[in-house]
């Protein structure tokens, strides 16, 4: 990182999941190369999930020049939850599983040192504005009125019970243990209905799998809306009518490229209020649990400031 940067007062969250794994070094060599910049850094590493919850909001209560969060699609959850709707601006070091806040913003996502730097460059010039998605509904414990925001994507259905899946499983690391769970979750495979209210239009709907995109991917570079933008004012709902085992399998490998938008199967349509109805339909959203369906949805158009390159 270059050393003639403007300091910026800067709060750096690294996952505690990471904290006993492989990558437990990336937090603080992260913090390091910061302050060897001249950033003013508060390093947040704790033990817990809730502690470091707790913690953030009050540093994020001192306005900083910016929020850094270290890990994947999950700590990317966290920091939009700390910063949306506010001016602090959110960074991230991608070293998670899926990273596909980071695939969307063109940032890079398979490499921390390039990460890294990606962000260094980023301190130099204004944030990015970018739209954000806050969910409403009740808590699955409680039974609470609940408000949750998303950054990238929801997946309600099929994609979602792999989501939850994946997320239980310990190995193996990186993108494939969605591979794994989707081939385990397949033998489940059936279509639910669906009540989907888009706008105030009311549809319903048999489908296998319903997901929202913000951003253009899910599950480690699943392009399930390849053409959604994370600044136009739209969420792109991607519907998926039911499919047998077979011909999900035949159609799966085209997700990545994002060419199975093509199929007859297969509809986009963009909204910026959606409500998702369904018996058994869970919910998750960039890759965290929600809880059971119904869920409402509304985009609010830059809500969410971003370390990040322009669009292209």
């Given at each position: 990182m270059a050393n003639d940067v403007k300091?910026?007062?800067?709060?750096?969250?690294?996952?505690?999941?990471?904290?006993?794994?492989?990558?437990?070094a990336i937090g603080p060599i992260v913090v390091q190369g910061l302050r060897g910049s001249g950033h003013d850094v508060?390093?947040?590493?704790?033990?817990?999930?809730?502690?470091?919850?707790?913690?953030?909001?009050?540093?994020i209560a001192t306005e900083p020049d910016g929020f850094v969060v270290v890990g994947g699609d999950g700590m990317v959850n966290l920091g939009a939850n700390m910063v949306a709707g506010t001016t602090v601006p959110l960074g991230i070091v991608?070293?998670?599983?899926?990273?596909?806040?980071?695939?969307?913003?063109?940032?890079?996502?398979?490499?921390?040192a390039a990460s890294v730097a990606a962000l260094g460059e980023a301190l130099q010039?204004?944030?990015?504005?970018?739209?954000a998605?806050?969910?409403?509904?009740?808590?699955?414990?409680?039974?609470?009125?609940?408000?949750?925001?998303?950054?990238?994507s929801l997946s309600a259905g099929f994609d979602a019970s792999v989501n939850e899946r994946a997320n239980r499983m310990k190995h193996p690391r990186g993108p494939s243990r969605y591979i794994i769970a989707l081939v385990i979750e397949l033998a489940r495979l059936k279509p639910y209905h669906y009540t989907l209210t888009l706008?105030?239009?009311?549809?319903?709907?048999d489908a296998n799998m319903v997901s929202i995109g913000n951003g253009v991917s899910l599950g480690g570079g699943m392009m399930i809306t390849p053409d959604a933008k994370m600044d136009d004012g739209l969420l792109d709902v991607m519907i998926v009518r039911p499919l047998s085992r077979i011909n999900f399998l035949r159609i799966f490998p085209s997700v990545f490229k994002g060419t199975h938008v093509t199929r007859k199967e297969v509809s986009i349509i963009r909204a910026r209020t959606v409500r998702i109805e369904g018996q058994g339909v869970v919910i998750t959203a960039?890759?965290?649990?929600?809880?059971?369906?119904?869920?409402?949805?509304?985009?609010?158009?830059?809500?969410?400031?971003v370390l990040a390159p322009p669009a292209p």
């Open positions: 300091p910026k007062r800067l709060i750096v969250a690294i996952n505690p999941g990471s904290a006993g794994g492989g990558r437990k508060t390093e947040l590493q704790e033990d817990s999930y809730q502690e470091l919850l707790v913690n953030a909001r009050a540093a991608s070293s998670g599983t899926g990273n596909d806040t980071a695939r969307s913003l063109n940032l890079p996502f398979d490499d921390t010039h204004e944030p990015r504005v970018i739209d998605a806050i969910m409403r509904f009740a808590d699955p414990v409680t039974g609470a009125p609940t408000e949750r925001w998303f950054a990238c706008d105030g239009e009311q549809l319903e709907v960039d890759g965290e649990s929600v809880g059971p369906a119904p869920v409402d949805v509304e985009l609010v158009p830059g809500a969410l400031r």
